[in-house]
């Protein structure tokens, strides 16, 4: 079957690759050479990073007062000698208060027994709060 635009002497056109071979080539240099100059400059930067023993002036964090409250909704202050002494609200905002002023980065936990009402752990870290303000944590058991 022959079409008609065709010629019956026209030859197949013949597509020349090598100049498409040499554009390739050249283009597959240039990315080798970059990346070869690239890899070398990641030492270019020297970085003396610091050590764990430099500087090793400890701020020593002041001990932080522990209020203890109880199933029976008893309020008790521990002290450095991990003896409590019961005392009432007024007395803990009282307590709160002189330990916050001589300690500024001091903080104040409460430990509830687990069995508190949330109404009596709400009531008594509200009343701490207003004293102490941010200051105030409530201490968990971690597993």
Known sequence: ?????????????DVNLVPMMDVLMTILTFFILVSMTLTGQQNALEVILPSTQAGTTEV??????????????????????????????????????????????????LKADRKVSYEQLAKLLGTMQQVGGERVSLAIESN
């Open 1 to 13: 079957m022959r079409f008609k635009t065709q010629q019956k002497n026209s030859q197949p056109v």
């Open 60 to 109: 020593k964090a002041p001990d932080p007062m522990i209020v203890v409250l109880n199933t029976q909704g008893q309020i008790a202050v521990q002290t450095d000698t991990s003896q409590t002494n019961s005392v009432t609200e007024t007395e803990l905002a009282q307590q709160m208060q002189s330990y916050l002023t001589q300690n500024p980065q001091g903080v104040v936990l």
